[in-house]
């Protein structure tokens, strides 16, 4: 596992720097989550992870199926993971691509746990407090989690900002016990 992940990282950052050298990103942005999600595809996985399959028979199906207007630079990146045995590594590579894209342009996502589902409102007052909070745009991943029981958990990076029910009656009953 730590080496697929060190062979995305690896392909990510060659990948930003060519196209942020070529003035890409934005294509980049748009083609390799078109082509992750492709290989995503339990079958199509199954098919490029294999060993007895010859690459060449890999990459013809994979320029089958991948649209015309894919960039020929992201599909040459996901053909040479494949080539080199590392097609595990394509769906980190896509996310740390990204990672580094939010970087580039100054986004911190944000993941925001909460009981319930938040409607727009609640969506953009949270947006809002957490890019005064960071002092950077924000970008949310939502995530409902029951077991809050009610509030609010959001994970920035490394920093755990809880405002849960669940974790108050937690540090409630931690209070109690030591009574």
Same mark, same amino acid.
């Given at each position: 596992?730590?080496r697929r992940e060190t062979a995305a990282r690896r392909y990510a950052e060659a990948a930003f720097q060519i196209a942020a050298a070529d003035g890409a990103l934005d294509r980049?942005?748009?083609?390799?989550?078109?082509?992750?999600?492709?290989?995503? %595809?339990?079958?199509?996985?199954?098919?490029?992870?294999?060993?007895? !399959?010859?690459?060449? &028979? *890999?990459?013809? $199906?994979? +320029?089958?199926?991948?649209?015309?207007?894919?960039?020929?630079?992201?599909?040459?990146? $996901?053909? #040479?993971?494949?080539?080199? @045995? +590392?097609?595990?590594?394509?769906?980190?590579?896509?996310?740390?691509?990204? &990672? #580094? #894209?939010?970087?580039?342009? @100054?986004? !911190?996502?944000?993941?925001?746990?909460?009981?319930?589902? /938040? %409607?727009?409102?609640?969506?953009?007052?949270?947006? &809002?407090?957490?890019?005064?909070?960071?002092? *950077?745009?924000?970008?949310?991943? &939502? !995530? !409902?989690?029951?077991?809050?029981?009610?509030?609010?958990? $959001?994970?920035? @990076?490394?920093?755990?900002?809880?405002?849960?029910?669940?974790?108050? /009656?937690?540090? /409630?009953?931690? +209070?109690?016990?030591? $009574?």
């Open positions: 596992m730590a980049w942005e748009r083609d390799l989550p078109m082509l992750g999600a492709a290989l995503a %595809d339990e079958q199509l996985r199954t098919f490029v992870e294999h060993p007895a !399959v010859a690459y060449a &028979e *890999k990459e013809r $199906v994979l +320029r089958l199926i991948v649209p015309d207007d894919v960039g020929r630079e992201a599909v040459s990146l $996901v053909l #040479l993971m494949i080539r080199r @045995g +590392r097609p595990g590594a394509i769906p980190a590579t896509v996310e740390r691509f990204a &990672e #580094l #894209l939010r970087r580039e342009r @100054g986004i !911190v996502r944000a993941e925001v746990r909460t009981a319930i589902a /938040l %409607d727009d409102v609640e969506r953009r007052a949270i947006t &809002e407090r957490l890019a005064a909070l960071t002092e *950077k745009r924000i970008e949310i991943h &939502e !995530v !409902v989690d029951e077991s809050l029981i009610g509030g609010i958990a $959001v994970r920035i @990076g490394d920093r755990l900002y809880d405002a849960s029910v669940r974790s108050r /009656l937690e540090r /409630l009953r931690a +209070r109690l016990a030591a $009574v």
